[in-house]
């Protein structure tokens, strides 16, 4: 069967997301939205334009970018739209549950009162899961790039009971990993692993293994974001699949970002293979012209999947994820009858 084919059952298979950012998941509608809002940014207030402005050379141009964005994103009004219409993309892609990489430091450094961020994206969560039945949970992260100023801010807003929100679950890092080393970060996934977050920083992906060991020993990895270059040590594969820590794969992100040359060299099979938990995940969709079903369809022709074998994908990620017990079973449990109707066709 070829991906072609696929299509059709991906579109509606039930998803859970895992490794997806909030300001990275905007797309260009809702950009172009947002910039309307701001008459003095450079963001294109036309959607076709915003595609093109989307458009950019490596990791560094890619960071610029979104930047960019992250600069429309000004008060609690532009946060609830933008968490709100993010949740109505992924409904339509039959995505059940996400756990959304949310930045709050770029938020509140920009002037945005810190109570009235966490009060907009709540309020965003609650009113996209009565609407749309799409679970949104939250991970805090850290720019790395900002530095252990930033750190410290998130850390202090993951973890005061006065501000945290009720649907944070996770804590990560992100922004650039060439010459920002885990092990800083030690003391920040400490305070917040104590507070009953779970630790999932991204490593890996434009560094080598080194990184994500250093993401496992120093922060206490329980998944890890990307992990591309895991596949260099198989000491590293070996760890990763005896101790069951999934891989938040996202294949075009990494070519998008020349983390990995072509799809064709991607080293998610030889993850797999290793017996490494593998879920699959759009990182920044619109920015680098995807989406999760796409990246499915990728993942199915990168494996060699039939139907069952994507369900099987879909069931990772839900049992990757910091849902309930009973969250997950029933989600797994709508792939199971989702499959089963769909073949008995």
Known sequence: ??????????????????????????????????????????????????ADFFTFTDFAHFIEVYLAVVDLVRTPEDVRHLTFEVARDMARQNIRYAELTVTPYSSVKRGIDERAFMAAIEDARKAAEAEFGTILRWCFDIPGEAGLEAAEVTARLATDDSLRPEGLVSFGLGGPEIGVPRPQFKPYFDRAVAAGLRSVPHAGETTGPETVWDALNELGAERIGHGTSSTQDPALLKHLAEHRIPLEVCPTSNIATRAVATLDEHPVKQMAEAGVIVTINSDDPPMFGTDLNSEYAVAARLLGLDERGIADLAKNAVEASFLDAEGKRRIAGEIDTYVDGWLAE
Do not use: Q, Y
């Open 1 to 50: 069967m070829t991906v072609t084919d696929l299509t059709p059952f991906i579109a509606g298979l039930p998803k859970a997301e895992l490794h997806v950012h909030h300001v990275g998941s905007a797309s260009p509608r809702i950009v172009a939205d947002l910039a309307a809002r701001h008459s003095d940014s450079k963001v294109p207030t036309d959607p076709e334009a915003v």
